[in-house]
């Protein structure tokens, strides 16, 4: 098996599979996204962990506002969805793509999608995306 995580340390490509990474502490088993080095729950040191890549789809709204830089949105700004996907440890917030912002449900399956790697390998977006269009 072959792990390489990019130097921002958020995603981890896993036999060329991108996942999130993640930590979980060493104490009491909390997950925290993004990585960091104390749980916020207890305080204990935290060890990397890679998320699974398909999950289902908690909660989620729409933004009608465009957001503050550095966020930088396509001219003219459009709508979009945001949503907190449950991955089974840990439930995080992200952007949804692959459909109408309006078109979402409470429970879609759905999969990680991430952007490109620049030249050094770092990955500097990601949405998930309905898992009915993984392909």
């Known amino acids: ?19 999130l990474v993640a930590v ?5 088993g909390t997950h ?11 305080g204990a040191p935290t060890e990397l962990a890679a998320l699974p890549d398909r999950g289902a789809l908690w909660s989620w709204t729409i933004q009608h506002i465009q957001p503050n830089p550095p966020y930088r949105a396509p001219e003219p700004f459009e709508p979009f969805a945001v949503g907190y996907v449950d991955l089974g440890p840990i ?6 793509g692959g459909r109408p912002p309006d078109a979402w449900r409470i429970g879609d399956a759905v999969r990680l999608l991430t952007g490109p790697p620049d ?17």
């Open 32 to 42: 925290a996204f993004p990585p960091q080095l104390a749980c916020p729950r207890c």
């Open 24 to 28: 979980q502490c060493s104490a009491c």
């Open 1 to 19: 098996m072959t792990i390489t995580i990019d130097r921002r340390g958020l995603v981890a490509f896993i036999d060329g599979d991108a996942r």
């Open 119 to 135: 030249g050094d390998g770092d990955v500097w977006s990601y949405e998930f995306v309905p898992l009915d269009d993984a392909g």
């Open 91 to 96: 439930r995080i917030e992200t952007r949804l």
